[in-house]
């Protein structure tokens, strides 16, 4: 056991044969080689934005041991594209943020020619299953959000602590609406079965008095 607790990767039968210790070699060649691990998120080249998919630097979490189970921190590996669901224009942006820990998985060749040209491409080089070739998948270990969508099976629940904001030309809503608060529309015009019911509509049957109107007539 090294000093620090952590048993290490050589023990006393790794060095009792010619097979043992053949055995032992093979398991370090194994060991070098990067295929799927916890990360944490340095940071990020986009911030939420409308933009194409960025980059992230990681630093593995799972730190290296040697032989003699000695503990050694990984250096970050910078600029490793992570996942967005995407499907040509069609997106859901939720970019990383500095401090996420997720997991990032490691190709087997290198992926720099690929991230250059984003098409066909022989491998940079003869390296594989390197951290240099990492992409980010995303979180695994995370508190509670304050800001999401819900599926459940009441239905579906969007919350946000600050504004939800929807642009498109038209929109439409199928079935009954219930608002809680306050609605204010700014321009256009509000119409219910095809008859204004904003501030410039008009009333048929006016009289004076305590006589009430007709409905509205636009």
């Known amino acids: 056991m090294s000093p620090n607790g952590s048993q290490p990767l050589l023990g006393s ?9 053949l055995e032992a070699v093979i398991r370090a ?3 070098g080689r990067w295929m799927a691990r916890p990360v ?3 940071s990020v080249t986009n911030a939420g934005g409308v933009s ?15 032989g003699e189970g000695d503990v050694t921190p ?26 996420d820990i997720g997991i990032a998985v490691f190709c087997d060749r290198d992926i720099s020619a690929v991230k250059s040209s984003r098409s066909e491409a022989p491998p ?11 992409v980010y998948l995303g979180s695994i270990i995370a508190a509670a959000p304050a800001q999401y969508v819900r599926f459940n099976e009441s239905g579906i629940e969007l919350v946000s602590p600050t504004q939800v904001h929807i642009q498109a030309p038209a929109a439409v809503i199928d079935g009954n609406t219930t ?3 306050n609605l204010s529309v700014n321009g256009g015009t509000v119409k219910n079965d ?15 008095g305590s006589d009430t109107s007709g409905p509205p007539s636009t």
């Open 13 to 21: 039968s790794d060095k009792n044969s010619d097979i043992n210790a």
């Open 29 to 31: 060649f194994f060991s």
């Open 40 to 42: 944490k998120v340095i």
């Open 52 to 66: 194409p998919i960025g980059y992230v630097s990681l630093l593995p979490l799972v730190q290296q041991i040697d």
């Open 74 to 99: 990984h250096a970050t590996i910078y600029n490793a594209p992570y996942m967005r669901i995407q499907g040509g224009a069609n997106a859901v942006i939720l970019d990383p943020q500095a401090g």
């Open 124 to 134: 940079g080089s003869s390296r594989q299953n390197d951290p240099a070739d990492a």
């Open 179 to 181: 608002i809680n608060g």
């Open 194 to 208: 095809g008859v204004s019911i904003d501030k410039t509509h008009t009333h048929s049957g006016v009289a004076s």
